[in-house]
Structure formats: structure tokens, C-alpha cells
């Protein structure tokens, strides 16, 4: 099956810093989701990336779809400590099946005031 | 729109006894998933509907686990007969179409004795 390598798989940080973290797969999709889910809640999109070599930002956050298309990036810029969370990436299209996505297996994110 | 709901946010039971998860998707959207999220697995998907229809199921575990979608704007899970190991947060999502974003709903914490 699919398999999508995601890291790191944690990071401390000072309150400020800037924050990057990638997803690579072994196949290639069409569609990459970026989500945060908080202690307790849901994972909640933030950002959807549909076209290689995409740079989409939302915010302090900057996503890339990889020119392959079997990776992408996260950058969050200037970190606060709301941006504490789990943070998953997910692939979508070509090699599965319809509407399934493939999800990381996520960074933990912690930011120190 | 209020997003997905689900309920109960946390149900605890004893092993052997029935569980049934509810889920209403996001209005308008035609597509619903179930997730499963565990510390050793992560985010695995057990089955999605289109238009109520019972897609792919291919993540569903065992025979003990059923879902059904009577209508647009409502889905249950259900386990019988429940198992420890069953033990688990249940996510349900909704999309608009097959490769428009994933909006997940707050979660199920099950937790069976």
C-alpha cells in the first residue's frame, strides 16, 4: 500500500522561530492537504495544494507541492504558542482509491514561550 | 453551517456490549468518511459513502464493525460486539466531491473496559 514518510516526527521551539516539516510518498498524487488538530479536537485543513510545484500561504503558514509530486512541505513562519498541535499531512489521486487520502504520520509541535 | 457533528464526544462501555457512533456531515456535501485514530496506527480510514452509498469499506477491521447511511444527513458506526482493542478516537469527515478537501468533525473518544 501506500506509505507516506512524514518528519520530523517532533520539534521543540522557541516562541518566534520558523518551523519546517515534509512529507515524502513512494507514489505520486494529485491533491496535498496540510491539517493541525489540537488536544481533543479534529484535524482541521490548513491549507490544499491541487498543482505541482504550487506555493500556496495562508498566514504565517507556507505549503509546497512538490515539482514530483510525491512530497511537500510545511513552513509556519514566526511561531506563536497557539501553533502547538499535531500537524498531518495527506495525499490524494493517482494510485488510490477515489476519494481515499493517505495521511502522515504527523509532527508533534511544541513552542516555548 | 455548524460542520460536522458527532456524538457522543466520549462513551465509555463495557467489552461485549453494543456501540453506535452518529455522525451528520456538512449540508450540501455528498461524500462521508469514517476514521480511526490510535497512537500505534494513526489516522486509518474504515469506509467512505458517496451519495449514501457505501463506497470503499476496505478499512473496516472485522465483522463486528458496520456502518450505514440512511439518508444525506446522517451516518452511524457501529461496533458489535465491542472489544478493548476497539478502544480508540472515531473521526467522521465530510467533502463536496471526491478531491475537494476533507473537513473532519470534533471525534469520538471510545473507550471500552
Known amino acids: 500500500g501506500q506509505q507516506l514518510n512524514q518528519s520530523p516526527q517532533s520539534m521543540f521551539i522557541q516562541e518566534g522561530e520558523d518551523v519546517s516539516m515534509n512529507c515524502t510518498s513512494s507514489s505520486i498524487f494529485n491533491t496535498w492537504l496540510w491539517y493541525k488538530q489540537d488536544p481533543g479536537e479534529g484535524p482541521v485543513l490548513l491549507i490544499a495544494l491541487y498543482k505541482a510545484g504550487e506555493l500556496t500561504s495562508n498566514g504565517r503558514l507556507t505549503a509546497q507541492f512538490g515539482i514530483t509530486r510525491k512530497d511537500s512541505f510545511l513552513n509556519i513562519s514566526a511561531s506563536i504558542p497557539s501553533d502547538v498541535g499535531i500537524y498531518f499531512c495527506?495525499?490524494?489521486?493517482?494510485?488510490?482509491?477515489?476519494?481515499?487520502?493517505?495521511f502522515g504520520e504527523g509532527t508533534q509541535l511544541t513552542v516555548n514561550p | 453551517d455548524a460542520g460536522v457533528i458527532q456524538s457522543p464526544r466520549h462513551e465509555v462501555t463495557e467489552m461485549g456490549q453494543e456501540v453506535t457512533l452518529r455522525c451528520k456531515p456538512i449540508s450540501g456535501h455528498d461524500y462521508l468518511f469514517w476514521y480511526r485514530q490510535t497512537m500505534m496506527r494513526g489516522l486509518e480510514l474504515l469506509i467512505y459513502f458517496n451519495n449514501n452509498v457505501p463506497i470503499d469499506d476496505s478499512g473496516m477491521p472485522e465483522d463486528r464493525f458496520s456502518a450505514k447511511m440512511p439518508n444525506a444527513s446522517f451516518s452511524t458506526l457501529k461496533i458489535q460486539p465491542s472489544e478493548p482493542r476497539d478502544s480508540a478516537v472515531y473521526f467522521c469527515?465530510?467533502?463536496?466531491?471526491?478531491?475537494?478537501?476533507?473537513?473532519f468533525g470534533p471525534g469520538t473518544r471510545l473507550t471500552v473496559l
Open positions: 495527506a495525499g490524494q489521486g493517482e494510485e488510490t482509491s477515489g476519494s481515499r487520502l493517505t
Open positions: 469527515a465530510s467533502s463536496l466531491s471526491s478531491y475537494n478537501e476533507q473537513f
